[in-house]
C-alpha cells in the first residue's frame, strides 16, 4: 500500500513538474505574442500615422508649385477672378505685375540648378512674404512670377519700385551672394484688358522690358503688339542683313588720359536698314543673340575689324584695335581659333587687338568662359572687361583668376562722376582694384570736361566718349589722322604715327609671320 503510495506520488511529482514546466512554456509563448503583436500594432499605427501626414503634405501641395509652395496657375486664375467681382463697383483699380528675373539662366548656368532653385525658392518666398501670404502671386513656370494686388494707374511706378527693391536685396544661397535683376509688365484692369488677357498683356509689357535692356517696368500699351510683330519682322530682315551688305562697322578712339593720345579705336556696329535708317547695336545685338545670328554676325565683325586695322598699318596708324564680344561667341569652342585666324591672315599681332567682354558675361564662371579667357591670355590678345561696376559685383579673386588687361568703367558711373560723391568712391575702388592687380583703367562715355578732370584726378589711364570723339567712319578716322579733321583733333594726330599704347601692357611687338 505504502509502495502504492510512493509510486502515486513520484507520478504525481513527476507530472506536476511537467504541467509546471508548460504552464510556464504557455505563460512564455503569451507574453511573446503579446509583444509581438503589440509590436505590430506600434508599427501599423506609425505606417498609418506616415501616411496621414503623406496624404496631408501631398494635399498641401495640391495647388501648389512643388519649388517655390506658391499656388499653382489655376489657383492663382480662380483667386484673380474672385479678386475682380469684389473690386467691381468698388474704387481703387486691379493690377496685374508680370515679373522676369534678369540674368537667372546666367545664374543657373554658372552656379547650377541647386543655386538657381535655391533662387527661385527664395524669391517667391520673398515675394510671397510681401503679400502677407495671401495666395496672390504664382511661379508661370522658369523665372517669371504673376502677382496681382490693389493699385490704380498712379500707383504703379511706386509698385515696380517697391519689386524692385524686393529682388534686388542681395540673395544669400550657401556661400554666395547674388544679386538679380527684375523686368516688370504691369496691366491695370479693366482698362489695360478684360479679365483673361491680363496676364497676357502684362507678359507682353514684361517682354518688352527685356527687350529694351530689362531691369525696369513698363505698362502694357496695345501698340506692344504692334511691335511684337514690328520685332519679328525685324528679325527676318536681320537674317539677311548681313549677306546684304548692309552691316558696317564706325570706330570710336580711346585715348590717353594724361597726353590724349590715341591708343586704340573700338569698333562699333551699325546696321544701315533700307527703311529704317540706322538701327542701335542695343536694339539689333539682342535680337541677333536671342535668334541664333550672333555667331555669324560676330565672326563678320572681327574680320572686318582686322583687315580694317590691317589697312590703318599700311599707312602707319599703328593704334589697337578693340572688338565687342558676345557671350554666345565667347562660348563656341572656336571662336579663340577663328579670332586668331582672323588676326594671321591679316597681319594683326594679337597683342594689337582688345577683346572688350561685359562685365556680366566674364563673372559667368562657367568651364567654357573660364577656357576661353584662358586661351585668349594665352595667345596674347587683350582682354577688357566692358562696362564694370554696372551690374554685378565681381570679386577681386574673380578677377584676378580671369586675368584682363584692362578694366573699362561703364558709362553710367562716369555719367554721375563729377555730381555724385557716391559714384566717385566706386570708382576710386575701381582704380585701386585695377592698381593692385597692375590693370589698366578705361572711363567710356566721357562727355564733359567736368568729368574728365574728375576721371584723371581719380587715375584713370584711359579716356573715351563724346568728349573727344564720336564714333566714326574709318576713312573719317584717316582722314582725321592725316590732318584733315577737326581742329580739336590735332592733339590726337602724333600719336596716330607711333606704335601706342603702354609699354607695360604690350612688350615688343611679336614677329609677324604671315602677312596678307
Ligand atoms: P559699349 O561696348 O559699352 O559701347 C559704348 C556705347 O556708348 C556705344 O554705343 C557708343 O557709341 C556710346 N558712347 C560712346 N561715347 C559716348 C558718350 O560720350 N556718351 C554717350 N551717351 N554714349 C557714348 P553703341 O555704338 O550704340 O553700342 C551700344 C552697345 O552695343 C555697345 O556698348 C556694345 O555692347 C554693343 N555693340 C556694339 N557693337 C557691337 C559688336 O560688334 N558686337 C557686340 N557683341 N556688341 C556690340
Ligand atoms: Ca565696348
Ligand atoms: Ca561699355
Avoid at 585666324?341 to 597683342?351: A, F, K, T, Y
Avoid at 587687338?353 to 591670355?377: G, K, Q
Avoid at 572687361?385 to 562716369?414: C, H, T
Wanted: one cysteine or more; aromatic letters at 6%; glycine letters at 8%.
Amino acid at each position: 500500500m505504502g509502495e502504492l503510495r510512493s509510486t502515486l506520488g513520484t507520478w504525481v511529482d513527476g507530472h506536476a513538474v511537467v504541467l509546471m514546466g508548460l504552464l510556464v512554456l504557455l505563460a512564455g509563448l503569451l507574453s511573446v505574442t503579446a509583444v509581438t503583436a503589440w509590436r505590430l500594432w506600434q508599427g501599423r499605427r506609425r505606417l498609418r500615422k506616415r501616411l496621414e501626414s503623406a496624404h496631408s503634405e501631398l494635399s498641401d501641395l495640391r495647388g501648389r508649385d512643388p519649388l517655390t509652395g506658391l499656388v499653382d496657375r489655376e489657383t492663382f486664375e480662380k483667386e484673380l477672378v474672385a479678386a475682380i467681382s469684389a473690386a467691381e463697383g468698388r474704387a481703387g483699380g486691379l493690377c496685374v505685375a508680370y515679373l522676369g528675373l534678369d540674368g537667372f539662366r546666367a545664374i543657373n548656368d554658372a552656379y547650377g540648378l541647386r543655386i538657381g532653385d535655391a533662387v527661385l525658392r527664395e524669391i517667391g518666398n520673398r515675394l510671397s512674404v510681401w503679400l502677407d501670404g495671401r495666395p496672390q502671386v504664382t511661379r508661370l513656370g522658369g523665372d517669371e512670377f504673376a502677382l496681382f494686388c490693389t493699385a490704380d494707374a498712379s500707383a504703379l511706378d511706386a509698385l515696380a519700385e517697391a519689386l524692385q527693391r524686393l529682388v534686388a536685396q542681395p540673395l544669400k544661397v550657401e556661400a554666395l551672394s547674388l544679386q538679380i535683376g527684375l523686368s516688370i509688365g504691369l496691366a491695370v484692369y479693366p482698362d489695360d484688358g478684360a479679365r483673361p488677357r491680363l496676364v497676357a498683356h502684362a507678359g507682353l509689357a514684361m517682354r518688352t522690358v527685356k527687350q529694351t535692356g530689362g531691369n525696369g517696368h513698363a505698362r502694357y500699351d496695345p501698340a506692344m503688339a504692334v511691335n511684337h510683330r514690328e520685332h519679328s519682322e525685324l528679325v527676318q530682315e536681320l537674317r539677311h542683313a548681313l549677306a546684304r551688305g548692309q552691316l558696317q562697322l564706325v570706330y570710336q578712339p580711346k585715348v590717353d588720359a594724361r597726353s590724349l593720345q590715341i591708343t586704340a579705336a573700338e569698333a562699333l556696329l551699325r546696321w544701315q536698314h533700307p527703311k529704317r535708317g540706322l538701327v542701335s547695336p542695343a536694339v539689333f545685338i539682342p535680337l541677333a543673340e536671342r535668334h541664333g545670328l550672333i555667331r555669324a554676325i560676330g565672326a563678320w565683325v572681327i574680320e572686318e575689324a582686322c583687315r580694317q586695322a590691317s589697312q590703318w598699318r599700311e599707312v602707319g596708324l599703328r593704334m589697337r584695335i578693340a572688338v565687342n564680344i558676345s557671350g554666345h561667341q565667347l562660348r563656341a569652342e572656336d571662336f579663340v581659333d577663328q579670332l586668331l585666324d582672323s588676326l594671321r591672315r591679316h597681319g594683326i599681332p594679337p597683342n594689337r587687338m582688345t577683346c572688350e567682354i561685359t562685365e556680366n558675361l566674364a563673372i559667368e564662371d562657367t568651364p567654357a568662359t573660364r577656357l576661353a579667357f584662358e586661351r585668349m591670355r594665352r595667345a596674347g590678345l587683350h582682354v577688357s572687361i566692358d562696362d564694370f561696376g554696372a551690374g554685378f559685383s565681381s570679386s577681386l579673386a574673380q578677377i584676378r583668376r580671369l586675368a584682363p588687361a584692362e578694366l573699362k568703367i561703364d558709362g553710367g558711373l562716369v555719367a554721375d562722376i563729377d555730381q555724385q560723391e557716391a559714384a566717385r568712391a566706386i570708382v576710386r575702388a575701381i582704380v585701386q582694384l585695377a592698381r593692385s592687380l597692375q590693370l589698366q583703367v578705361v572711363a567710356e562715355g566721357v562727355e564733359t570736361e567736368a568729368q574728365r578732370d574728375a576721371l584723371v584726378a581719380l587715375g584713370a589711364d584711359q579716356l573715351q566718349g563724346y568728349l573727344f570723339a564720336k564714333p566714326m567712319s574709318a576713312t573719317a578716322l584717316a582722314l582725321w589722322a592725316s590732318g584733315d579733321g577737326p581742329a580739336t583733333a590735332s592733339a590726337f594726330r602724333p600719336s596716330l604715327f607711333d606704335p601706342t599704347a603702354p609699354a607695360m601692357l604690350d612688350g615688343p611687338e611679336p614677329s609677324i609671320t604671315s602677312r596678307k
